[in-house]
């Protein structure tokens, strides 16, 4: 299959970006600066991501908002215009079809962001569970979105537009702000566990303002960041990824999303598949491997010589200068301070059970 291209791809291969193939786009895992070094100026400075490759699926209607509650897993009841929602679309049997964003954009109006990987499939899944007066359309064509993230991202920000019209709180947005010249819908949001900035605009303006933003933080140490730091960044913020952590058999309580899953609202897909399992019998937790090795997905991992699990996720976090990952284990293995060990190529590598998330905003190199 031909790979798409995002409308920044001539700027990746202008930067230097070593291009590859992602959820069927051409996209740069890094550039010249290298993985480490995009990935600490994330946690230092700012880095510029290009994420045009997100599907933008948009729901309006006068009965978007009950068709919202049927198909997520979240609740939107008290969910205000300008408000950003971390929730799950789960299939019937409680495993989780993809994890999304949904963006109230006005009363009866909602933008749902979508893994790239799965844009096809969940616009096929909401499309078929659709009922009532709505109208459900694919906008990811038309759309770009660039992200800024980083400690300095609102210092970078603030020299192309003003800052009363950003987004002030976190999982917020607002519309219609002039960035450079450019109109946009900036979000208080990301995916590195960073301060920073989603901005969506018209496909066309991209490398404009991609190109603008560029210049307005290079003084400020702002470099381009490829796929390598963006994976980095979300494995040391414990961030789950779709195909990793989560998939159609893994339920969202076992990804350890219990926070986007209500299950006091009214009947949602999977929500009876979720209630018939009761007690969840593995969880999503953290690994701290001892000693030399990186534990990547799929690994074996065994306490006092019996198999408890698999790791999901793993890479030396450049950041936390050590390497970590994460796991699905059986429940009764997973109290932080015990010790396993993981197989990695027929090799034992020591490992300690850790709380999650391995960093938080603001703290030291260690």
């Known amino acids: 299959m031909m790979e798409r291209k995002t409308p920044l791809y001539h ?33 230092t400075k700012a880095g510029l991501f290009d994420v045009s490759h997100m599907g933008e699926l948009m729901l309006s209607g006068t009965d978007a908002f009950e068709n919202m509650q049927k198909i997520l897993t979240n609740d939107f009841t008290n969910m205000e215009v300008g408000q950003c929602r971390y929730t799950l679309l789960c299939n019937e049997s409680g495993g989780i079809v993809d994890d999304l964003l949904v963006y109230k954009m006005q009363t009866d109006q909602y933008l749902l962001v979508v893994n790239a990987a799965n844009a096809e499939k969940d616009e096929k899944w909401i499309e078929e569970h659709l009922f009532g007066a709505v109208q459900f ?6 759309t770009a979105q660039i992200a ?8 970078i920000l603030k020299k192309l537009c003003s800052e009363e019209r950003l987004p002030q709180k976190y999982y917020t947005f607002k519309k219609e702000v002039p960035v450079g010249g450019i109109s946009c819908l900036i979000s208080k949001t990301g995916y590195t566990g960073e ?15 991609w190109n603008q933003i560029l ?15 963006r994976d980095t960044l979300r494995l040391e913020a414990a961030m789950p990824l779709y195909g990793h952590e989560m998939n159609d058999e893994i339920t969202p309580f076992e990804a350890g999303l219990d926070f986007a899953v209500k299950m006091k609202k009214n009947d949602f897909i999977g929500k009876s598949a979720l209630q018939e399992k009761g007690e969840r019998t593995r969880m999503r937790v953290g ?26 996720s793993g890479t030396h976090c450049p950041y936390l200068n050590a390497p970590y990952a994460m796991a699905l284990l059986d429940r009764e293995h997973i109290k932080p301070g015990t010790l396993v060990q993981v197989e990695v190529r027929g090799r034992m590598l020591e490992a300690e059970i850790v709380e999650l998330p391995f960093y938080k905003k603001g703290q030291d190199r260690k």
């Open 195 to 209: 301060d920073g900035y989603e901005l969506y605009c018209n496909a066309e303006d991209a490398v404009k303002l």
């Open 11 to 43: 700027c990746h291969t202008e930067c230097g970006g070593k291009m590859v193939p992602f959820a069927g786009f051409l996209l740069p895992v890094q550039y010249k600066s290298g993985v480490i070094t995009e990935h600490n100026a994330v946690r």
């Open 215 to 229: 210049e307005a933080g290079e003084a400020d140490g702002l470099i381009c960041c490829g796929l390598g730091a």
């Open 137 to 142: 359309e694919n906008r990811s064509e038309e």
């Open 148 to 155: 800024l993230q980083g400690p300095l991202s609102l210092q």
């Open 287 to 312: 690994l701290k491997i001892l000693g030399r090795g990186i534990a990547r997905e799929e690994c074996a991992v065994f306490f006092e010589n019996k198999k408890i699990g698999t790791t999901t």
